[in-house]
């Protein structure tokens, strides 16, 4: 009996109870809550736009489509190299493996630092929310480019947090925590990657393409 | 006997019970623990103490209005009681009460299971709420002062007032978070882990209702976690979704506040009848009345509750057809919590009806529940709503609902699953005692608040005209009543830890599958895991004492 004691508290992985269905339902409901939590900003973007349809279309014109289209770009590719990652691991390439998750990981950078760059001028420009430069204009460019940081800031987030997963699920993977007959946490991770792929992909027309 | 394997003839008395088993001593056996056991005593003993503090401040918002004019405080800080008395009581007490401390212990145990889906996710689970409540509790003394918006953090004041406003807001998202999880394990939990044989209608109702009440969780809290987010983004950035300065709408708020927090009414409420229903059975001793009417309706209550939000707003601007609308759904979802009620009324006919505390508190909560949902109906009615909105009758009706509801089912819960907790016994007359001041203190308390709200006393007033002095008075000798109620019941509770008795494992003739591990249970909960070949609640004489 200690034995089984000592291994619920100290809870090393080997006597843990495993439930790969379990783990990956636990996982969906999680992404469920993700797109909740967007969805609350995607109904205040669909609220604004009615009311001020004519001045979004007006902002969004000024938004580098080129730089948006670029991190759509990059940002599929990486959830093609997470795929990989996550084959490779099942097929017990470790080594293959770990290249595509840092590759992926190097994409989700790619993406931050074009958005950096992005912000940065229209910070440079005097676009951010309670500038002055801004106020001086129609409530509802304000109320664009409120939801443009808002949205793509949040994004960014996850962005960050998934990449810092990655990092993570590398570790695992070098010290054989995740196997090719146990891989249900880089799977996870993998989905977590695509939620942040996906919702992109209605960033992208809502903000860059709306013009 | 809904078990087969398991039962009370074979005491597993070899093993020790999980005070006992663990790897770690002291303080880290329980700051460090993934046992699903020690997690519900560790929120337990987190939130009886955020209880008494609410509870504090409560008094000293009655003890105000115990004269006219200022008795002993100054307006703004009568504005940040009630600021404070909300959001420790909503968010630190009773939305994450009854499935954080009773759906951790009880839920595995009761579907037959070692522990939840994922253990360390339900510690990291408490962490948050800890986390989440430290910073609600240190805005209180830092920044600009307490916030004095109310709990319901309405824009734009919450925007502009110097108040710290912004921590407390964070401190909500980070328990917010904590919630999203516990509902989230609880989920794949009743999935993957139920005992052999216990299928979808064998489940006992107190997990079907943290069930239900899970979903409600997983699917409301991210829109209370957005809108959170941005009232901080809006106090920090100015980013102008909901300031109408900037050309955002404060309404949009609303509707979004409204989209979790009417829900999360529904959280409060689900576990609460949930544990009723286990305890009206097996002090009634007899099955439960319309077993596939009570799953029903509670998975009714979650869907159709997330559907009543704007009831709150009838009064903030909205059109006339969606009020109609909102106001339709409201009365609808009245129906699956009467069901509820009659199913209750109707297990105790041709019961041996045992009026033991715990008892006696679910007996309080379906009388107080029912005031509370049909003053609740009352709003739902267009015309009278505008009467009586934001008056003291609003006030009366959720206190009903949640401290009559809600409070009354954690403190049945408390009474009931108390010998299996602790493996000792309270007082059984001082607690009967207590519950004749609480429920009596409670009437005199919120009753009156009705009838002044009915009169036209406005809520959040620090003061009062003349005509209402009457039934202040009478309504702050009911709170020292009652507060002298809850504090009988809790100096029962705590002195009943150290009364060395020995506890049967199944001291009320419950059948659900608690019962059949000892008290307090093992580290493991189950020596051989159980299997279930009959529906729940089947109460057989023949192997029980005979009834009383």
């Known amino acids: 009996m200690s034995a089984s004691v000592e291994s619920h508290d100290a809870g090393p992985p080997a006597a843990e109870h495993r439930d790969y269905i379990g783990a990956k339902l636990g996982m ?19 609220m604004y736009r009615s009311m001020h349809a004519h001045e979004f279309h007006k902002a969004a014109g000024e938004l580098n489509v080129v730089l948006g289209v670029i991190n759509t770009v990059v940002l599929l590719t990486s959830s093609l ?48 929310p309670g500038s002055e430069h801004l106020m001086a204009r129609p409530p509802g460019e304000r109320l664009f480019f409120g939801l443009y940081y808002g949205m793509t800031g949040l994004h960014g987030l996850h962005v960050t947090v998934g990449v810092t997963v990655m990092a993570v699920m590398l570790v695992l993977l070098r010290r054989d925590k995740i196997r090719h007959d ?29 013009a | 006997m809904s078990t087969a394997a398991a039962s009370i003839a074979t005491p597993t008395h070899g093993e020790p019970s999980f005070y006992a088993g663990s790897s770690r001593r002291g303080m880290l056996s329980w700051l460090l623990t993934t046992d699903h056991k020690r997690i519900g005593l560790m929120y337990l003993a987190a939130m009886l103490t955020f209880f008494l503090v609410g509870m504090t401040l409560g008094v000293f918002m009655r003890l105000e209005h115990l004269t006219m004019g200022p008795t002993i405080m100054k307006p703004t800080t009568y504005n940040a009681l009630f600021t404070l ?58 920044g600009g002062g307490p916030p004095d918006t109310g709990w319901s953090f309405y824009v734009p004041y919450s925007v502009t007032t110097g108040t710290n406003v912004t921590m407390a807001v964070l401190g909500a998202f980070v328990i917010g978070f904590s919630s999203i999880l516990t509902g989230l394990n ?111 309706s509670s998975m009714a209550i979650a869907a159709v509750g997330s559907l ?23 009365f609808l979802v009245a129906i699956p919590s009467a069901i509820k009620v009659f199913n209750w009324v109707a297990t105790l006919y041709k019961g041996s009806v045992e009026l033991k505390a715990p008892m006696l508190f679910a007996l309080g909560f379906i009388f107080l529940f029912s005031i ?31 401290f009559g509801g809600t409070g009354f089912a954690f403190f049945a819960a408390l009474h009931y699953w108390y010998p299996k907790m602790f493996g000792r016994m309270y007082n059984e007359r001082t607690a009967i005692v207590a519950w004749v001041h609480i429920f009596v203190g409670f009437n005199m308390l919120y009753f009156t608040m009705l009838v002044l709200g009915m009169q036209g006393m406005p809520r959040r007033y620090y003061d009062h005209l003349p005509q209402f002095h009457g039934g202040h008075i009478h309504a702050t000798i009911g709170s020292w009543i009652m ?36 008290s307090p249970p093992p580290v493991e909960n189950f020596e051989i895991l159980p299997v279930i070949t009959e529906p729940p609640y089947t109460f057989n004489p023949v192997s029980k004492e005979p009834a009383p």
């Open chain 1, 81 to 128: 190299t997470m795929v990989l990652s996550i084959v490779a691991i099942r097929l017990k390439r470790k080594g293959q493996s770990m290249i595509f998750l840092a590759t992926t990981m190097v994409l989700g950078c790619v993406f931050l630092v074009n958005k950096f760059f992005e912000w940065r001028a229209k910070i440079h420009h005097g676009l951010y």
């Open chain 1, 28 to 46: 969906w409901i999680f992404i469920f809550t993700e797109l909740i939590l967007f969805g609350g900003l995607f109904v205040a973007y669909g």
């Open chain 2, 308 to 330: 009543v939000w704007a009831h709150h707003m009838f009064t903030s601007g909205m059109s006339e057809t969606a009020i109609i609308i909102f106001s339709l759904l409201t």
């Open chain 1, 182 to 210: 146990d891989f249900i946490k880089l799977e996870n991770a993998g989905l977590y990657w695509h939620l942040v792929d996906v919702i992109w992909i209605f960033l992208l027309p809502l903000f860059y393409l709306a």
């Open chain 2, 483 to 518: 507060v002298a109620g809850l504090l009988m019941m809790f100096g029962n509770l705590v002195r009943g830890l150290f009364r060395k008795v020995e506890i049967p494992a199944n001291p009320w003739g419950g059948v659900t599958l608690e019962w059949t591990v000892p």
């Open chain 2, 186 to 296: 609880f989920i794949t939990t009743i999935h993957r882990m139920r005992a052999k044989g216990m299928n979808w209608m064998r489940m006992p109702l107190f997990p079907w209702a943290l069930y239900a009440t899970a979903w409600v969780q997983v699917l409301a809290t991210p829109i209370l976690g957005i809108t959170l987010l941005l009232v901080i983004l809006e106090r920090v950035f100015h980013l102008g979704i909901f300031n109408p300065a900037i050309g955002g709408d404060p309404i949009l708020y609303q509707h979004l506040f409204w989209t979790y927090s009417h829900p999360a009414v529904y959280i409060m409420i689900i576990p609460a009848m949930g544990a009723i229903s286990e305890i009206i059975p097996t002090f009634a001793h007899r099955t439960v009345f319309g077993y596939k009417a009570i799953v029903m």
């Open chain 2, 85 to 142: 008395h909300g959001v420790i009581m909503i968010f630190l007490f009773v939305i994450p009460g009854l499935p954080a401390v009773f759906g951790n212990f009880c839920l595995p145990i009761m579907i037959g299971a070692k522990d939840v889906a994922f253990p360390r996710l339900n510690l990291l689970s408490w962490y948050l709420f800890m986390t989440g409540a430290t910073i609600a509790i240190t805005s209180l003394f830092t």
């Open chain 2, 372 to 402: 509370g949902g049909l003053t609740g109906l009352f709003q739902g009615a267009l015309a009278i709503n505008m009467h009586i909105h934001d008056t003291y009758f609003i006030v009366g009706h959720f206190h009903y609902v949640m």
